[in-house]
Every structure is written in C-alpha cells, then in structure tokens.
C-alpha cells in the first residue's frame, strides 16, 4: 500500500505542474498567476485532510473511499483540460472590461476560475492521506508510525513527480499525453 501511496503523490504533482501549464498558458505567466494556482492547490489541500478528519473515524472501510477518491482524481485530471477552457469566455470578457481600468477585478477573476478548477480535485487530494492512515491505524500509538510512514512515501512521490513532469514527462511527451500518463497512474 506504501507503493501506492508513493505513486498517488507522483501523480499528484504531475497534474499539479500540468495544470500549472496549463494554467500559465489561460492566464499569463505572471508572478500573479503562480501564486494564485499554488495557493489553491495548497488551500484545497489543507482542506480536504481537514475535511476528511471531520468523518474518517466513523469509516467502516476508509481506503474503499480512497480508492473511489484516487479514481475520481484521475478522470477529473483527464478532464480538467475541457473545465479550464470552459472559463475562457468569462476571463476573455473581463481582460478586455477591466485588465487596465480595474485589475483588482480581473485578477479575483482569475483567483475564482483557479477556485473553480482546482478546488474540487486538490479537495479530495488533501483528504487521501487521512484515509490512508485510517485504514491501517487501529491504535492511537500506532498513528505517528503510520503516518509517518505514508506521508514521508507521498511526499517522496510528490517529489520525484515534479521532477518528472517539469523535465522529463511534458518536455519528451507534451501536456496531453504527461496528463495521460500521470491519469494511468
């Protein structure tokens, strides 16, 4: 399960520097753009554990609902790309009312499309570990070793799926077939 856990948090930063991408290419690759995608991942993260701690312990099965979740991560990555473009007549319009004469307005624009798009999966991402944890933990001594344990796996899949999306997967294979791989994950 450990394995597992590595290659969730693989994929999980390769859809991070995919939509990260993807993201620059809808809005601009300004500073501005980064923080706004990094801080819904990371806030959609912290939501999904705390979420997740609100009802884990009254799982019968945790990791049946980690699977159903890692499978729901994988087809909205598969689709994210369709959501994003969704969005583009609503940023379109508001560039061309407001990029100069009130950037405050289009850049809450942007804040909500990245809200829109990322919320929803960086969530249920945020929520894998606790369930993880749930599904192997049966007494509180044992929650430091277990959680240890998978959150250093994620963090080192996490790792090594950056890496590999930003210089090897996008560069050799491009965004749509590095979303395919990391879905096939």
């Known amino acids: 399960m450990g394995g597992l856990f590595f290659f969730s948090g693989f994929a999980a930063l390769v859809y991070q520097v995919v939509w990260m991408r993807h993201l620059s290419l809808f809005f601009g690759s300004d500073v501005y753009a980064v923080a706004i ?5 990371m806030g959609g993260l912290s939501l999904g ?3 997740a701690e609100k009802f884990v312990d009254r799982l019968e099965r ?6 159903g ?10 689709i994210f790309q369709w959501l994003l473009h969704a969005f583009a007549p609503v940023l379109v319009g508001i560039y061309r009312s407001s990029f100069e004469s009130a950037p405050l307005a289009y850049q809450a624009t942007r804040v909500g499309v ?3 798009v990322l919320l929803l999966p960086t969530t249920l991402m945020g929520a894998t570990l606790p369930l993880i944890v749930s599904g192997f933990v049966r007494r509180d001594s044992e929650l430091g070793r277990f959680g240890g344990w998978f959150y250093a796996l994620n963090t080192l899949g996490a790792l090594a799926g950056t890496l590999a999306g930003a ?3 996008i560069p050799w294979q491009g965004i749509a077939r590095t979303t395919l791989i990391a ?3």
């Not at 995608?37 to 991942?41: G, I, M, P």
């Not at 945790?62 to 699977?67: E, M």
């Not at 979740?69 to 598969?78: D, K, N, S, T």
Request: net charge negative; aromatic share 18%.
């Open 69 to 78: 979740i890692e499978i729901g991560i994988g087809a909205y990555a598969f």
């Open 62 to 67: 945790p990791l049946v609902l980690y699977g």
């Open 49 to 51: 554990s705390w979420l």
């Open 114 to 116: 990245a809200v829109a």
């Open 37 to 41: 995608t990094l801080s819904v991942f």
């Open 183 to 185: 879905v096939s994950i």
């Open 167 to 169: 210089f090897l997967l």
